[in-house]
């Protein structure tokens, strides 16, 4: 057992918010990547956990969840809401030309397709128009939003080069640091794009590199200088050797990147979100050609054998999605992309912890990820003990958020 600990805080005058509430769990998965423990007790106090262990007082009353397991809430760390996952290519079309007000509709719509699936948090990868940086600063106390919304500043691409669907590029004679320093109000984080799509045509084909290394250093520090975290979205070796040599706190997607580079992030703390599921989509997707599809299964097949070696080398494995991408859809694709990690060698519990703490981590958010006395009462529950996992979150039983419980 992991350390339990009474709350040592003097009682604070009873109330509501105040008392202590159980809750008794038939397996819990803490998220921290240990295996499920049996019949646990949690005590929440206050929108927290104040107490985990093995007894929870009969008397107490409380919420019974013995024939379910229960574990943190979701953290997808790659999603684009302004996006739906259609496999329409005109749906897909008409969301580029939605008005202003029409993409507010959509981001809130696929928040709480995320808040559906027990996906609590999310961290967006960009939009051509920063809809999503605009969402986030017309709620600002994020009471109203249904999740917790991190949203890039800006999402930089070099001009001429793949992005323009989900960022921008430098203005001509603005050198691209300078242009990312000039973006900085709102938001919490950076996203650069320093490769292109992995190409369905040619298996295996690395594309040029988008910045070069000096470039891409200037606009990295120039994002940390502000404090603000930067995910790189990087295929193929030399874009995402540039990517982690410049110091960038993730790579995005990283097919076809290497051991070598794999290693390089082991060593410096490099977080990787492999996105494996919107590959998966393509192998099915409609209006591509069998010799494509096949292209598809190949790339996926390759890019869940680089998962297994970065788990085996100790790289930080955080799991993302690119829901909003074709046939990836919000909340949903966080089930299906667990089932990737775990194909691809993880545990069951590791892949949650790639879905929770490693996500809080990268995500800056410490309240989030694992369920420890002192953090946010954030967790679902799913019938059934935890080799139903993760199939069972389909059927999500029960959401606790902030230590209330959100009716099903
Ligand atoms: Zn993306």
Redo the contacts with the bound molecule.
């Keep these: 057992m992991t350390a339990a600990h009474e709350d040592q805080r003097p009682a604070s005058p009873p109330n509501h918010a105040r008392a202590t509430r159980w809750v008794r769990a038939g397996w819990l998965i803490d998220g921290q990547g240990g295996p499920p423990r049996r019949n646990m007790g949690l005590a929440l106090r206050a929108g927290r956990i104040v107490r985990i262990g093995p007894d929870c007082p009969e008397a107490a009353g409380g919420v019974d969840l013995s024939h379910a397991t229960v574990l943190p809430a979701l953290i997808d760390a790659?999603v684009?809401l302004v996006f739906s996952g259609s496999l329409d290519p005109q749906v897909r079309a008409a969301q580029l030309r939605h008005t202003p007000q029409q993409s507010q509709a959509a981001i809130l719509r696929h928040l709480q397709e995320h808040r559906r699936c027990g996906v609590l948090a999310v961290r967006d990868?960009g939009d051509h128009r920063g809809d999503v940086r605009r969402f986030q600063q017309a709620h600002p106390g994020k009471a109203d939003q249904p999740v917790h919304l991190c949203a890039a500043c800006a999402a930089w691409y070099a001009a001429g080069r793949y992005g323009a669907m989900?960022g921008q590029s430098p203005p001509q004679g603005v050198s691209p640091a300078q242009a990312v320093a000039a973006h900085m109000e709102g938001g919490d984080h950076i996203k650069l794009i320093q490769s292109g799509l992995n190409s369905l045509d040619r298996f295996g084909h690395q594309g040029p590199a988008q910045f070069n290394a000096q470039e891409l250093r200037a606009m990295v520090q120039a994002a940390h200088a502000a404090q603000r975290a930067v995910m790189v979205?990087a295929n193929g070796e030399h874009a995402a050797r540039t990517a982690i040599v410049a110091g960038c706190d993730s790579i995005?997607h990283g097919y076809f990147m290497g051991a070598e580079n794999l290693r390089r992030m082991a060593d410096r703390g490099t977080s990787w979100v492999p996105t494996a599921v919107p590959m998966a989509a393509l192998t099915e997707a409609p209006g591509l050609s069998g010799k494509q599809q096949d292209v598809a299964r190949r790339t996926l097949d390759h890019q869940l054998e680089q998962i297994r070696q970065a788990h085996t080398m100790g790289v930080n494995i955080v799991l993302g999605t690119?829901a909003g991408?074709q046939g990836v859809n919000h909340g949903h694709a966080v089930q299906q992309e667990l089932c990737l990690l775990v194909n691809a060698g993880l545990g069951l519990a590791q892949a949650i912890g790639c879905a929770t703490c490693s996500a809080a981590k990268l995500l800056r958010l410490p309240d989030r990820g694992a369920l420890t006395p002192g953090r946010r009462a954030d967790f679902i529950a799913v019938q059934g003990p935890p080799d139903n996992l993760p199939e069972s979150l389909s059927e999500i039983e029960a959401i606790c958020i902030g230590g209330t419980w959100e009716s099903r």
Excluded: A, V
């Design positions: 790659h684009h990868g989900i979205h995005e690119d991408s």
